[in-house]
């Protein structure tokens, strides 16, 4: 019972380039959600999708910043030209329902991708 | 605008010791409210979700508090262990509603010393 795996664990991309980050969900969820944990700042929320819809992208930057959820395969956060700044974790989380509902854990998440730009 | 706040910052106790973490929030209007752990280099783990209703939620050794009036949220670990020893978050819905689009606080780094 796999839980939400995301690859790669650690990328290193030179300045320009494009990151691809990659989220496969937990087997039977749904809903897909991307926040960013940069240096010395606490977790922010990005996106949210369900399959082949984007429902929020009101926390990503309106510049260079994607995502998509196909109908077939793993969520992917697309960032292109990386700039410095743009350096994190990236933490992917899923869940069955829209909401926190119930005394289960309803979000799930991932360990994360560190990206770093030299 | 909603913010969560956490305090302390840090934390070191013996082990054995009960503590208490705090979380503020400034929107009481919240749908419910999670207490999460984040190991050095992993991702969260849920601990403990709080709905809107309740009072209190209890896993375990570990207890969370909600009073939506006052803005605020405890955990309290109970015993603590070394393998307590982590970053704990407390988190609510953005726009209050039912949706695990979250805003988190700044988090409380516990140390458990052996």
């Known amino acids: 019972n796999a839980g939400v795996m995301q690859n790669p664990r650690h990328l290193v991309r030179r300045r320009g380039q494009e990151a691809r980050l990659r989220c496969s969900p937990m087997?039977?969820?749904?809903?897909v959600y991307w926040y960013r944990q940069l240096p010395e700042e606490g977790l922010k929320f990005m996106v949210y999708?369900?399959?082949?819809?984007?429902?929020?992208e009101s926390g990503m930057p309106k510049e260079r910043f994607s995502a998509e959820f196909p109908k077939e395969g793993p969520s992917i956060l697309r960032i292109q030209q990386v700039v410095r700044g743009d350096s994190a974790a990236y933490f992917c989380?899923?869940?069955?329902?829209?909401?926190?509902?119930?005394?289960?854990?309803?979000?799930?998440f991932g360990n994360g991708t560190r990206l770093t730009v030299t | 605008k909603q913010e969560v706040t956490q305090i302390p910052a840090a934390l070191s106790v013996p082990e054995g010791e009960n503590l208490v973490l705090n979380c503020s929030f400034t929107?009481?209007?919240?749908?419910?409210l999670q207490w999460f752990r984040q190991d050095p280099g992993k991702g969260l783990t849920s601990l403990l979700l709080?709905?809107?209703?309740?009072r209190e939620q209890t896993s375990g050794r570990l207890n969370a508090s909600l009073d939506k009036s006052s803005g605020r949220s405890t955990l309290y670990i109970a015993a603590s262990q070394p393998g307590d020893s982590a970053t704990y978050l407390c988190a609510v819905p953005i726009d209050g509603g039912a949706t695990n689009k979250l805003i988190f606080g700044t988090g409380t780094l516990l140390a458990v010393q052996p």
């Open positions: 989380a899923s869940s069955p329902t829209r909401s926190g509902t119930g005394n289960n854990s309803p979000l799930h």
């Open positions: 929107d009481s209007a919240i749908y419910n």
């Open positions: 087997k039977g969820h749904s809903h």
């Open positions: 709080i709905q809107s209703s309740q």
């Open positions: 999708l369900q399959k082949e819809n984007i429902i929020d």
